[in-house]
C-alpha cells in the first residue's frame, strides 16, 4: 500500500476519471459525494473506514459516488495492479471476494439512512464542541497569545516603574478583558474542545474532553494563573514603597504562568498563517522569534534590576551614605523618596526604563559596556548581575546555535548541488577525460541547476504527491497527449496513468536523442524545446518545437528513420516502451492496441512517408551543399572578443587594478585631503598628479562600458553567448545600470570648478 496525503477539500474522486485504487483512512475525514449532486454527502467517513473498495475487482467505466477530503487526511491506497497480482496466488479467492464486495456494497446502501440519522442524534447530542482543525480555533489560540504577552510586558512593568500611580479604569478593563479571555478559554479547553484519539478518531464526549485536558497537565497551570489573588488589595491596598497599581499588579503577577504555553501558541500561529496561505519564510521567522526571546527576557530582567534598586532608596530615604545602588548612581531616583507620593511622569518614567532595558541588554548579550553596573556595595545587585550574567551565556549559546542553523540552511541547495558537481569533476579528471567531454559534464550540471536547482527531471516529479503530479504534468503535456497516437482515444483512467509514468529530461545543444537506425523505445513530449532532424548525412531538414516526437516509429515498433539533435537547452518528456507495454497489460488493452493499430495503420505511415520523402528530396548532391552540413565550428562575428583570449585576460586584471584603486582612494582623498596646490592658500586643491590618474581610471572604466556591449562575449548559463545584440542585451539588462551610473564624471567637473581635495573626493 501507499501512502498519500491530501488537503482540506481536495476532490480524490472526479467524474472524468474512474478510480483504480481502493482508499483506507488513517487520518482525517472524507465525505462521499453524489455524481448527480456535488453538494449532497451520501456519507461521511471517519478514520480506519475505508471506500472504492468495489474497483479492486471490476473495473469501473465511471465512479459510483464522488470523494472529497473534509479535513486535512492520511489516507494509505491499495491500486488494482498490486492487488490482483497478490489476488492471483489465490483463485478461490477472488470468486469470494466478489460475492463479499456485493454483500458489502448492498449492506452499505441499505445502512446510509441509518448512518445518517445517527450521525443526526450524535451532532445534536453533542451539538456544542469545537472541532480542532477550525478556522475559529486558530484565530482564538492568536488572541490568546496576545492576552499573554500583554500580561508578561504590562504586569511586570507596572510593579517596578508606575510608582505612586492609582488603579485607573483603563487599566481594570484591559486587566479584566484578558482575564475573561483566559476564563473563556478555560471554558473551551475543559468543556468543548475536541481532539482525535490514538485511533484518529474524533473525540466529542464531554467526559473525554474533561480528562484529556487534566492529562495534558495544562489545566493546573490556567487554574493558577486564574485565581483572583489581586482580591487581596481590599486588605492589603499598599505596600510601600508599592502604592496601589503598584500592589494590585504585585498580586496579578499570577498570570505570568501562561507564558510557558507561548512556544506552543507560536507554532499554533504559524500553522494558522500556513493553513490560510500565509507564506512565512522559516528562516525570518528563526530570528524573529529568537529576537522576541531576548526582548521578553531583557523587558524582565530590567523591570527585577530596577525594582531592586528602588527599594534601596526607599530603605534608605535621607540617607545619601547607603544608598548604595545603580539607580542612584545615574542619577534616576529621588535621594528622599516618599510613599504616598508624586506620580512618577512619563518622561522620568521613560528615562529609568531605558536604562535599566539598556543594562539588561548589555548584559544578557555578554557585551557589558560597563557603563551601567551593578553598586559594589551592593550585595544583592552583585548576585543578581552575576545571576544575569550565567543567564547571557545561555543565550549567547543559544543565539550562536541558531545563527548557525540558519547560515546553513541558507543555500543549502547550492551546496548540495555543489558537492555533487565537486565530485563528477574531480572523477573526470582523475580518469583523464578529454577536455571537451569535460566541458560538456559542466555544461550539463549548469543548465541541470539553472532549470532545477541540481535535482534531475525524474526525481524532481517524485517529489510532488502522485495525485498532484497527474495534474502538474497534465497541465504541462495535455496538448501534446490529446494528440498522440492511441492514448487520445483511450479511457481517462489510463491516460492519467500514462502521464504519470512521464518522466522529465534535460538535453544540451547537440545533445542526440536518437540516431537513425536506433531502436524506437522512447516517446518524446518536447515541452521546452528545439530539435533538429537530420539525415544521415548529417543535414538538417527540419526543427521541431513543443511537439510530439518518435510517434510513428514507436508505435510501428520500427527503427528510427532520421536523426534528432538538441538545437538549444531542452526539457523533455519521455515514456519508455516498457512502461507504454506494461500499461497495456496493467489495463488490458493489449488486444484493443491491436485492433487499434490495425485500423489506424494508415496514419502512422502516412507521417513515415512524408518524412521518408523530405530525406530522399535531399539526396541530391546540390540540396546537401546548399544546407552544408554542420561542422561542429563556431563562426565568431568579427570584433568579438571570447572570454578566454588572451586581451580579455589582461583588460579583466587591469579593471580589476582599477578597482581596487578606487576603493583605497576614495576614502583618502575624503578623510585626508591633498596639500595645498595652486594660487590660494586657503584652499585644497586637487593633486594634478592623481587627478590625472583618476581622470585616466575614468576613460578606462567608460571604455569598459561600451567592450562589455559590442565586444566581449560572455558565458550565460553554461553557454557561449558570441553576437554582440544577444550578450549586449544580456549586459544592458543585468549590468549597464550601475556601470553607467559610476562612469558620470562628477568629480572632473567638479575638479574644473576649483573644489577642494575633500568634496573632489566625495565626487
Known amino acids: 500500500m501507499e501512502q498519500v496525503f491530501y488537503g482540506a477539500q481536495y476532490m480524490i474522486l472526479t467524474e472524468d476519471v474512474p478510480s483504480d485504487c481502493m482508499y483506507f483512512i488513517k487520518k482525517g475525514r472524507v465525505d462521499l459525494l453524489a455524481t448527480n449532486n456535488k453538494e449532497k454527502i451520501i456519507r461521511k467517513l471517519d478514520a480506519n473506514e475505508s471506500f472504492a473498495e ?39 479467492s477472488r470468486s469470494m471476494l466478489k460475492k463479499i464486495v456485493k454483500a458489502e456494497d448492498t449492506r452499505r446502501r441499505a445502512s446510509v439512512a441509518s448512518a445518517l440519522k445517527a450521525a443526526e442524534k450524535a451532532r445534536r447530542k453533542y451539538a456544542l464542541y469545537i472541532d480542532p482543525h477550525s478556522y475559529y480555533l486558530q484565530a482564538w489560540f492568536g488572541l490568546i497569545l496576545s492576552a499573554t504577552l500583554y500580561s508578561l510586558v504590562v504586569i511586570p512593568f507596572r510593579v517596578s516603574f508606575l510608582e505612586n500611580h492609582e488603579i485607573s479604569t483603563t487599566w481594570l478593563c484591559l486587566d479584566y478583558s484578558t482575564d475573561l479571555m483566559f476564563l473563556a478559554d478555560f471554558v473551551m479547553r475543559g468543556c468543548l474542545l475536541a481532539f482525535y484519539d490514538e485511533n484518529n478518531n474524533i473525540v466529542v464526549q464531554r467526559r473525554a474532553i474533561w480528562a484529556h485536558y487534566i492529562e495534558s497537565g495544562k489545566m493546573k497551570w490556567h487554574i493558577l494563573a486564574a485565581l483572583p489573588i489581586e482580591a487581596l488589595v481590599f486588605s492589603i491596598p499598599t505596600m510601600c514603597p ?48 529568537l529576537l522576541l526571546i531576548i526582548l521578553l527576557l531583557g523587558h524582565l530582567n530590567s523591570c527585577v534590576f530596577f525594582a531592586m534598586a528602588n527599594f534601596n532608596q526607599h530603605a534608605h530615604s535621607g540617607d545619601l551614605i547607603n544608598q548604595n545602588n545603580w539607580a542612584n548612581t545615574e542619577g534616576l531616583l529621588d535621594s528622599s523618596p516618599a510613599c504616598p507620593g508624586e506620580p512618577a511622569s512619563s518622561e522620568v518614567v521613560s528615562q529609568q526604563y531605558t536604562a535599566a532595558l539598556y543594562w539588561a541588554m548589555a548584559t544578557i548579550s555578554t557585551v557589558g559596556y560597563g557603563d551601567i553596573t551593578a553598586d559594589l556595595n551592593s550585595t544583592q545587585e552583585i548576585l543578581y548581575s552575576t545571576l544575569i550574567l550565567l543567564v547571557g551565556m545561555s543565550v549567547y549559546t543559544l543565539v550562536i546555535a541558531s545563527l548557525e542553523d540558519i547560515v546553513s540552511q541558507l543555500d543549502v541547495t547550492s551546496s548540495l548541488h555543489k558537492t555533487k558537481t565537486d565530485k ?80 522529465l529530461e534535460i538535453y544540451l545543444p547537440d545533445d542526440y536523442l536518437y540516431r537513425e537506425g536506433e531502436k524506437s523505445d ?24 513543443c511537439c510530439l516526437l518518435g510517434e510513428s516509429s514507436f508505435f510501428l515498433f520500427e527503427p528510427h528513420i532520421c536523426t534528432a539533435r538538441a538545437a538549444d537547452s531542452c526539457e523533455v518528456f519521455q515514456l519508455s516502451m516498457d512502461t507504454f507495454i506494461d500499461a497495456l497489460h496493467e489495463y488490458e488493452l493489449v488486444s484493443q492496441f491491436s485492433e487499434y493499430l490495425s485500423a489506424h495503420h494508415s496514419t502512422l505511415e502516412a507521417a513515415k512517408a512524408s518524412i521518408m520523402k523530405t530525406i530522399q528530396n535531399l539526396s541530391s548532391s546540390k540540396m546537401v551543399h546548399f544546407l552544408d552540413a554542420d561542422d561542429g565550428r563556431i563562426k565568431v562575428p568579427k570584433g568579438v572578443v571570447l572570454p578566454d583570449n588572451k586581451v580579455r585576460v589582461a583588460w579583466d586584471v587591469a579593471a580589476f587594478i582599477g578597482l581596487v584603486y578606487i576603493i583605497f582612494s576614495v576614502p583618502t582623498k575624503i578623510s585626508f585631503p591633498s596639500d595645498t596646490v595652486g594660487i590660494s592658500a586657503t584652499k585644497e586643491f586637487v593633486n594634478i598628479g592623481g587627478f590625472m590618474v583618476d581622470l585616466l581610471v575614468d576613460v ?28 549586449g542585451k544580456i549586459y544592458r539588462d543585468e549590468e549597464s545600470a550601475v556601470d553607467l551610473v559610476s562612469s558620470i564624471p562628477i568629480s572632473t567637473i567638479v575638479c574644473i570648478g576649483g573644489a577642494d581635495g575633500r568634496v573632489y573626493g566625495m565626487c
Open 522 to 545: 522512447i516517446l518524446y513530449y518536447l515541452y521546452d524545446a528545439s530539435v533538429d532532424l537530420l539525415t544521415a548525412q548529417n543535414v538538417k531538414f527540419k526543427t521541431v518545437s
Open 700 to 727: 578606462f572604466f567608460i571604455a569598459d562600458i561600451y567592450c562589455r556591449a559590442r565586444k566581449f562575449a560572455v558565458m550565460k548559463d553554461g553557454f557561449l553567448i558570441i553576437l554582440p545584440h544577444e550578450f
Open 242 to 289: 508599592l502604592w496601589k497599581l503598584q500592589t494590585w499588579s504585585l498580586f496579578r503577577l499570577n498570570k505570568l504562568l501562561r507564558a510557558i504555553e507561548i512556544p506552543q501558541l507560536i507554532r499554533r500561529v504559524e500553522h494558522s498563517l500556513a493553513k490560510a496561505g500565509v507564506k512565512v519564510p522559516k528562516n525570518p521567522l528563526k530570528l524573529l522569534k
Open 54 to 92: 468495489g474497483c479492486l475487482i471490476e473495473k469501473w467505466e465511471s465512479n459510483p459516488f464522488l470523494a472529497k477530503t473534509s479535513t486535512e487526511c492520511e489516507l494509505w491506497i491499495l491500486r488494482r495492479s498490486v492487488f490482483k497480482k497478490v489476488i492471483n496466488e489465490f483463485p478461490r
Open 424 to 503: 563528477v569533476n574531480t572523477y573526470a579528471q582523475t580518469q583523464c577525460l578529454p577536455e571537451a567531454l569535460k566541458s560538456k559534464i559542466t555544461s550539463y550540471y549548469e543548465q541541470l541547476w539553472q532549470r532545477h536547482l541540481g535535482v534531475k527531471g525524474e526525481k524532481l516529479l517524485n517529489y510532488v504527491p502522485e495525485y498532484l503530479k497527474s495534474d502538474l504534468v497534465s497541465k504541462m503535456t495535455s496538448r501534446y497527449i490529446d494528440s498522440t497516437f492511441f492514448i487520445k482515444d483511450s479511457s481517462s483512467d489510463f491516460i492519467r496513468h500514462i502521464i504519470q509514468c512521464l518522466t
